[in-house]
Every structure is written in C-alpha cells, then in structure tokens.
C-alpha cells in the first residue's frame, strides 16, 4: 500500500487545514482497516488525530474532537482531514497511515511521507 498526504503547507490562523490522502494498493473500504492521521510538531512526539474505518465509522483524539473532522471518497480513494480554528501551535509535520487498529503512532511501511504545514500569518 502506498499513502500520499496532500494540502497546502501554509495556513492563517483561525482558518481551517484541509489535507488529502490519497491511498493507491488497497481499497479504504477493505476489512479490517483504519485509516488515520496522525502529526509531529516541531521537537515533540507524534500525536494520533483521528481514524477513519473501513465501515466509515469515524473516531478522534478527546483533545481535537471539536475541531476535527475526518470525512472519504470511496470513489477516488481518498480520505480527508479538517482541522478548524487552527492556531501556530498547529505547525507539524502532518503524516497519514493504514492500521488495524484504532489509535496508532508507530511509523511503519504503511505510513506516508508526511506533509508539513505551517500555521503563520
């Protein structure tokens, strides 16, 4: 499987981050997987955002659960990340992943490469 983050890698504060994976190998509707992204800010350890399952049931971090939404299109298998009110604490690298289970932030080789967005006016 193969994952690839895409966006905009500079968002104002206040404004909403909208980032793309687009996953090419596998099917996101296949059993049992979930699909999730995760980020690293800057010298801090990566932090689990949310999932999305193969069912489309969706799941999130009790400390972004408000600002986030993770949403699909099965049709171009893709899935999406929205992050609202973002703020410069938001800077990180932005990476999205395949697992089988809910939470995940260990990197394997079902992980993209990362894209890096920077919260600035």
């Known amino acids: 499987v193969q994952l690839q983050e895409s966006g905009p890698g500079l968002v104002k504060p206040s404004q909403t981050l909208s980032l793309t994976c687009t996953v090419s190998?596998?099917?996101?509707?296949?059993?049992?997987?979930?699909w999730s992204w995760i980020r690293q800010p800057p010298g801090k350890g990566l932090e689990w955002m949310g999932s999305?399952?193969?069912?489309?049931?969706?799941y999130y971090n009790p400390s972004l659960k408000s600002r986030t939404s993770i949403s699909r299109d099965t049709s171009k298998n893709q899935f999406t990340l929205q992050l609202s009110s973002v703020t410069p604490e938001g800077t990180a690298m932005y990476y999205c992943?395949?697992?089988?289970?809910?939470?995940?932030?260990?990197?394997?080789?079902?992980w993209g490469q990362g894209t890096q967005v920077t919260v600035s006016s």
């Open positions: 999305i399952a193969y069912s489309g049931n969706t």
């Open positions: 992943a395949r697992a089988r289970v809910v939470v995940t932030t260990t990197p394997d080789d079902s």
């Open positions: 190998g596998e099917s996101i509707t296949t059993k049992y997987y979930y």
